[in-house]
């Protein structure tokens, strides 16, 4: 790390005024350091566009590219890494990274847990003393403003070594933020329409929203239960041709009539009895597991106890098409953040371990962080998340820039304003809209 910063912090109050201020002039300090190590970058390669079934349906920026080192061969040094993995998940990450230093000889990984309420200061606090870590495992709505905050590395130089590693589309794009590639996706998280097969027949599972609907309207028990929140029901949104955000970050689902069509089918769901919407996630699972419910919508976390509970009767497959078109359903990652401070050198370094223990995740047991972002197929999945795998390609990027928690917030409100039944879809969709806007500035 860059010895120049080397600061002894004050304890109480006085240290988090310092603490307020050294966040303001940390990049001016840290670009004096970097830019007397390094000399003219060479250009870099430009990210070719995603796949058509994998453009984002959100505003998400695409990163512009900059310089790409030549990293050097191997992998050597001393590498930190901070990390709150517990249990079985950090007995995986444990072996991947014993792994790739048998791989790497001259390789030390230092792995430290920092539970995530402390990972904002004691980041900045270790940058400071020059001994922060070079790499942060985190998910990347948790620590968004490290980017703003200039605690991280961008790492649009690297996107030709990104293009390599064959990472899911949207998960990259969901780690860009103004243009900027923040973190490398390790790991992600979406929701597929989960199915037992005791209970349903995978050819008699409805294909259309309109098919479910009318299902459901027959049914005197629930076929499916649904979750109450943005990220289990804002795949509907594309599926009525929907798209929340701009490329500013603006909402716009006032604009759109598909916004008030999808308030209007969950209001309609609602209303039968053969679709569960709840609040209650716990009861949810515990229904779909103890085969109570043929069909839950639910995320790749959630795999492991679904196989332990119904074995092979478990079909992971799309959530039915809405009338535009295919259901989206959001992703969002476990990523690497590579932390600022560090010299071209060891950046290059941090970025190329961390893209190694993506391949070593590509081929490593699932786990309740999610699916691997390295799209390959791995003898170690079940069928389930071979499946789950099958499906990656049809999710759109979770918006998790500027005003991410303002318009996550507010569309938990939207929800559940719906479904509550007492105000048009269309007033709650422009209210949505209005507030948002207003809040995040745009």
């Known amino acids: 790390m860059a010895p120049a910063l080397l600061v002894m912090l004050p304890q109480g109050r006085a240290a988090r005024a310092l603490r307020a201020a050294v966040r ?3 990049p001016i300090a840290l670009s004096l350091v970097l830019t007397a190590c390094v000399g003219e970058p060479a250009p870099g390669p430009t990210p070719e566009p995603a796949p ?16 790409t080192p030549a990293p050097e061969a191997g992998l050597a040094g001393d590498i930190v890494l901070w990390h709150s993995w517990n249990s079985e998940d950090l007995k995986l990450l444990n072996s991947m990274l014993d792994r790739l230093q048998s791989d790497h000889p ?3 990984l230092d792995a430290v847990h920092v539970s995530p309420s402390e990972v904002g200061e004691r980041l900045l606090d270790a940058i400071l003393a020059g001994n922060g870590p070079n790499l942060l495992l985190a998910p990347i709505t948790r620590y968004t403003d490290l980017a703003s905050e200039n605690l991280v590395q961008p790492l649009n130089g690297y996107m030709d070594l990104v293009q390599e590693a064959n990472l899911l589309s949207s998960a990259w794009y969901g780690n860009t933020i103004a243009s900027n590639l923040v973190a490398l996706p390790a790991w992600v998280e979406t929701v597929a329409l989960n199915v037992n097969t005791d209970l349903i027949a995978p050819d008699e599972v409805p294909r259309t929203l309109d098919d479910l609907l009318a299902r459901a ?9 649904l979750y ?4 289990h029901l804002g795949w509907g949104f594309p599926a009525y ?9 603006r909402v716009v ?4 009539p598909g916004a008030e069509a999808w308030l209007t089918w969950l209001r309609e769901a609602n209303q039968s009895r053969g679709i569960w919407l709840s609040q209650d996630y716990a009861e949810l699972q515990r229904a779909f597991r103890h085969g109570e419910l043929p069909m839950i919508i639910d995320g790749s976390w959630t795999l492991a106890s679904f196989v332990s509970a119904l074995g092979d009767s478990l079909r992971v497959l799309s959530i039915p098409d809405g009338p535009a078109g295919p259901a989206r359903p959001y992703v969002t990652s476990e990523s690497f953040f590579v932390i600022a401070g560090q010299s071209p050198r060891d950046t290059d370094a941090s970025v190329m371990a961390a893209l190694a223990l993506i391949e070593l995740a590509a081929n490593s047991p699932h786990t309740t962080r999610g699916l691997p972002a390295a799209q390959r197929e791995s003898e170690a999945d079940a069928r389930a998340a071979r499946e789950f795998k099958a499906l990656l390609e049809q999710t759109v990027p979770m918006h998790v820039g500027p005003g991410a928690k303002v318009i996550w917030d507010l569309a938990q409100f939207m929800f559940e304003r719906a479904l509550a039944g007492q105000e048009p879809p269309a007033d709650l969709v422009a209210r949505f809209a209005l507030l948002a806007n207003e809040q995040t500035g745009r």
């Open 24 to 26: 303001l002039i940390l």
């Open 253 to 256: 689902l006032d604009e759109q």
């Open 52 to 67: 058509t079934n994998s453009v984002p349906a959100t505003g998400t920026r695409l990163p512009s590219p900059t310089a």
């Open 228 to 231: 109450i929140s943005p990220f």
């Open 106 to 108: 001259g390789l030390y």
């Open 217 to 225: 309207d027959l049914s005197d028990s629930p076929l499916l239960g």
């Open 241 to 249: 041709g929907a798209v929340m955000l701009d490329a500013g970050y």
